[in-house]
């Protein structure tokens, strides 16, 4: 069965470096997502990303942050200068058509530890 | 503002002692309501998708009801191996994005 696969599972950095996690949506899925789930907190929204551009984006989703589809099969979130509070999961999502109640498939997640 | 708020936050149950969580939400314009199991570390599973009241979703122990102002989880006879978090998330007219719930944490002891 299709999925969808993130990497790295577990990323230490330190406050003020980049990160790049890494997603491959399922493969003939076109919308793409980001979202994060702070340690006991709510799965929160930061951006769709669809025909290679930004769709859709939260509050959170501010300048430090970026994605990216640098090629057919992975779909990438940046983040330029991390801070403490960036510590949280990060899962990747994607459907098929996008619209009304398609339903979202996430990846494992990628746990973010912000030093 | 759209809101989704599910009840309880926890919930222990036997084996076997079927119970239901719910999932309350005031939103603008209902696309659909989805419903997940996160395991602890893991990403959201899929379990199902409702679209408009009265509609009626199941799969071995689990069944998805909606009506307008809220969609119930009904677990039958549940097993240790349901434990989980599970979610609920709605999404709304106009947006691509998913508005979840803080979820339910079910422990089944056997």
């Known amino acids: 069965e299709p999925e969808v696969t993130q990497t790295p599972s577990h990323q230490v950095t330190q406050m003020g470096q980049e990160v790049i996690l890494r997603c491959v949506p399922i493969?003939?899925?076109?919308?793409f997502y980001w979202y994060r789930q702070i340690l006991g907190q709510k799965v929160e929204f930061l951006v769709s990303?669809?025909?290679?551009?930004?769709?859709?984006k939260s509050e959170i989703f501010d300048d430090q942050f970026s994605v990216e589809r640098p090629d057919g099969s992975n779909f990438t979130l940046k983040i330029r200068s991390t801070k403490l509070e960036d510590s949280a999961m990060y899962f990747c999502a994607s459907n098929l058509a996008g619209g009304p109640g398609d339903t979202q498939y996430f990846g494992p997640g990628t746990r973010l530890t912000v030093l | 503002e759209d809101q989704v708020t599910q009840s309880p936050e926890a919930l222990r149950l036997q084996e076997g002692e079927s119970s239901s969580l719910n999932c309350s939400y005031t939103?603008?314009?209902?696309?659909?309501l989805f419903w997940y199991r996160q395991d602890p570390g893991k990403g959201p599973e899929f379990l199902f998708t409702?679209?408009?009241a009265g509609e009626e979703k199941e799969k071995e122990r689990l069944k998805a009801t909606l009506t307008k102002k809220e969609s119930f989880l009904h677990i039958t006879a549940p097993k240790p191996e349901d434990s989980a978090t599970y979610l609920c998330?709605?999404?709304?007219?106009?947006?691509?994005?998913?508005?979840f719930g803080t979820g339910t944490r079910l422990k089944v002891l056997a």
């Open positions: 998330a709605v999404q709304t007219s106009g947006t691509y994005k998913y508005i």
């Open positions: 493969s003939n899925h076109l919308y």
């Open positions: 939103v603008s314009g209902l696309r659909g």
């Open positions: 409702l679209y408009s």
């Open positions: 990303f669809y025909n290679n551009e930004i769709s859709e």
